[in-house]
């Protein structure tokens, strides 16, 4: 009844209007007042349409499937044809007793579904995890279900082995896997000293684990979810779904400081009788054998849930693998030291051994205690380091630069700095659109504004806001707008700087994508080099920046992160190990935390695990059906 009353309210004030725009000798009082009325009336509707969706419960989308499967029934029995019983549109027909109780629909579909064979069946252990509740502020012990990994590499190999040696060793098989694991024995430290005989090299599988959260803005109170999947460091070139496999998915707000590592201590243990060659499993008469090799995320998680590489403190481990810090009386000890002289870098690089010998065993990472992890091996990958870190601070500096030194546009001496900066980025904008036509390239990237590039004003540190494939885009639009400007007869000295940054960089990106999972010495170098290259290049242009001031140019430019020392970090081990850093990008894994945040955010919270996971299992059939016909 209320909603009704604002229609009718809604409506009249529509026909005010009306009126009001007929009749030119209305006064603009008269105007404003028909118009404010209509705004307060809309607003008021808004409100309680939301507070109506807020308490009353919508169709669910089990419910819709029930409806549409019994529709679909009562449409055979009128035109004389009677669907069998045992049918699976007649079993959808009636979930939820025919739709009376909607909300068990979604529970019977999944038993329908898994019952028809339209879901991997894979067993769910239910796991002692402890929770946060936020009602009562108390910390207490759940179950909380969590897919056996064991069990999905069982139903995975009971698909057929050549779907099991696609999806574990992915495109380059048993000799890419071999020259690999002989590489690694060679030049890698955590793998020198392994026990495994080079007869077991093809069929070896290396396993990560990977977490993430990702928004989940619907039935969930903290408005997010954590996930963790694992997968083979091999099947990096497959998609999404098939590379990553889901362990489990829990709300965030009901975390506490104790909820992953009890989860961590459960996965360990199953990664640990998944590797045993002791347990008689179907895929060792193959030749093949899982081997727990490294972790996996953005630089948030690996701080937060394996306690390292803390880079929001001044000192006190800065960074796990050396003894860089952010504030120190000697430049050489900080982090924003590149160069083969830093203190940091001539101290050498901290050990697993020797970390391990300074922490209590609680405070390492249990992958570390449990899964023999070694302390390079928690990897935070190139598309969170790179593409969604420091290409941002790289593409606003330089994109800045352009503007102001009048590469679109002469840029103004004089008026009010925002409004100069819209202008011309308006120009850059066009630019960067005809780039891509003329490349045949696609990006979703919004229009440049000061508020995406941070740059209201000159005090203000540019970091142009993009998803990571655009951010990609920008970069290599910016290389060539920077090597041309650098190639002028009238080049400044300061524009070829800015240029050998940029170019660096791409050079190095390139590499990351075009060179294979192992490097040769050659590439290795080079790759070493043109990162080594950048970093410096970065760093002078930091320093020419901060002994600017007024209206100069690279006045507040170039802001070095902790992300530009773990690259340096990266490289680094590129060069000792001969491992591509680039096969260890997450952007599969981007996509598949979306997936899995589409999915829970349709669940309720309170069985937002069970369900994801059931839900979760119905695509992976899919997936895995769809991937096998391409083999």
Known sequence: MQMDGHSDELNLSFANLQKITKNKETSPEQCFAAVELASQ???????????????????????????????????????????????????????????????????????????????????????????????????????????????????????????????????????????????????????????????????????????????????????????????????????????????????????????????????????KHLSDPRINHPWHASGFRFYFASCRGDLKWISEKY?????????????????????????????????????????????????????AIEDLPIPMVHGGVALVRF????????????????????????????????????????????????????????????????????????????????????ALASKAINGKRITFWLCDLAVARAARSNATRLDEDVAVCVWSYCKMLKMFDLCGMVLSDAEAAELHHLGTLHLLAYARLRSLSSQTAGKSLLRSSFCILPKHHYLQHALDEALESRVNPGVYNLLAAEHWVGIIGRIARTCHRSTLSKRSIERYLCILRLRLTSFRRRL
């Not at 684990?209 to 997968?231: C, H, K, M, P, Q």
């Not at 000697?330 to 300074?358: I, N, P, Q, W």
């Not at 990237?445 to 508020?451: L, W």
């Open 41 to 271: 009336r809309l607003q008021l509707f808004n409100e309680d349409k939301a507070e109506a969706n807020r308490v009353t419960p919508k169709s669910k989308k089990a419910k819709k499937v029930q409806q549409l499967a019994q529709k679909a029934v009562q449409w055979c029995n009128a035109r004389g044809v009677n669907l069998p019983l045992n049918n699976l549109i007649s079993k959808i027909a009636k979930i939820g007793s025919s739709g009376k109780h909607a909300q068990n629909c979604e529970r019977d579909l999944q038993r329908t579904i898994k019952r028809f064979c339209k879901s991997i069946d894979v067993k769910v252990d239910d796991v002692p995890i402890r929770l946060y509740n936020p009602a009562t502020q108390e910390i207490y012990e759940a179950k909380v279900p969590v897919l056996c990994p064991i069990s999905v590499a069982h139903a995975i190999w009971a698909e057929g082995p050549e779907l099991f040696k696609a999806i574990f060793l992915g495109n380059a098989g048993s000799e890419g896997a071999r020259k690999f694991w002989c590489n690694a024995k060679q030049n890698a430290s955590w793998f020198k000293d392994s026990v495994f005989t080079e007869d077991q090299y093809e069929g070896l599988i290396p396993l990560y684990l990977y977490g993430d959260d990702v928004d989940a803005f619907r039935n969930t109170d903290g408005g997010a979810v954590s996930a963790i999947t694992w997968g083979s460091d091999f099947g990096y070139k497959n998609p999404a779904m098939v590379q990553n496999l889901l362990l489990c998915v829990y709300a965030e707000y009901t975390a506490c400081e104790f909820t992953h590592a009890d989860l961590l201590r459960h996965v360990m243990d199953k990664f």
């Open 307 to 359: 306690d390292l590489h803390h880079y929001q403190r001044n000192a006190d481990e800065f960074c796990s693998l050396c003894s860089a810090c952010k504030k120190h009386e000697d430049v050489r000890y900080t982090f924003t030291d590149f160069r083969e002289t830093s203190l940091h870098k001539c101290g050498g690089r901290v050990s697993t051994l020797d970390y391990m010998a300074t922490k």
């Open 379 to 462: 990897l935070h990958d190139v598309t969170h380091s790179q593409l969604l870190g420091t290409s941002k601070v790289l593409n606003g500096s330089i994109l800045t630069y352009l503007v102001e030194a009048g590469h679109f546009a002469p840029f103004p001496r004089t008026g009010i700095y925002e409004l100069s900066m819209t202008t011309l980025l308006r120009l850059a904008f066009i630019n960067f659109k005809r780039w891509l036509r003329v490349n045949q390239l696609q990006a979703t990237q919004a229009r440049f504004t000061c508020s995406r590039l941070n740059r209201k004003h000159r005090g203000m540190f540019p």
